[in-house]
């Protein structure tokens, strides 16, 4: 899932950026088997997408990523020698270039958007507010530097998009663990705790990376729906 947010200061703001439109090719048969792509066509891909909000991809002056794994990160490729700033947790890009450098861990990050042609932004710290109403909390535990996106809007209130955090709703709603898929387990609880205050005190809508049923359950809609 990537969100576009139109902002009166700092104008069009990506968060993430989908796996990218040759997902299949680039991650080779065995992860395309386990983690299959499906019911898909090129008017999902995020240009095609944006341009059903009436903005081109090249219009955006920011991209915030909340972790770096293939299928969040992926499109960047569209921001290589584009001189477009890419927020990164400091943390985060440090896992990421030691994963894909080492061969540690393979197969969730890949070399074809860690490269030196995107113009990588460190931020640092447990918050970091970007930009008036969009605040960032490092919420490691999926990955060491994941981040989540806090975005306060006027008319539809507070919604806080998590990335992996969460991967199904029992993560979040009965407070199951990841798994195997939270590199670490106790960070991962902090993290968890962390969230779901934030929710209680702002009332936010919790969105999870990979979770159809929340999404029904919020009646979020896509591109070109629009929330004020
Ligand atoms: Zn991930």
């Known amino acids: 899932m990537a969100v576009l947010i139109e902002h009166p200061t700092e104008g069009l703001i990506l968060f993430e950026t989908g796996a990218g439109s040759d997902y299949p090719e680039v991650v080779g048969p065995q992860i395309s088997d386990i983690f299959a792509r ?56 440090k896992h990421a270039f030691y994963t894909v450098a080492t061969g540690t861990d393979p197969g969730v990050y890949l070399p074809h958007y860690m490269t030196f042609d995107i113009r990588w932004v460190p931020f640092h710290g447990s918050y970091y507010e970007i930009a008036p109403g969009l605040n960032i909390h490092h919420s490691p535990g999926h990955t060491p530097g994941l981040c989540v996106l806090q975005v306060n809007m006027k008319d539809s209130g507070t919604w806080i998009f998590t990335g992996d955090q969460y991967h199904v709703k029992e993560n979040f709603e009965d407070d199951v663990p990841q798994g195997w898929l939270a590199r670490d387990h106790d960070s991962w609880v902090r993290s968890h705790q962390k969230i779901k205050g934030l929710m209680r005190r702002t009332g936010g809508k919790v969105v999870l990376g990979h979770c159809w049923d929340t999404v029904r359950r919020l009646g979020i809609e896509f591109a070109p729906k629009v929330y004020e």
């Open 38 to 93: 499906v019911d898909y066509d090129h008017s999902m891909d995020l240009d095609a997408q944006i341009a059903l909000t009436g903005h081109s991809i090249k219009d955006i002056k920011m991209v915030i990523i909340g972790h770096l794994h293939l299928d969040h990160a992926g499109g960047l490729d569209f921001f290589r020698n584009t001189n477009i700033p890419v927020y990164v947790h400091e943390l985060e890009i």
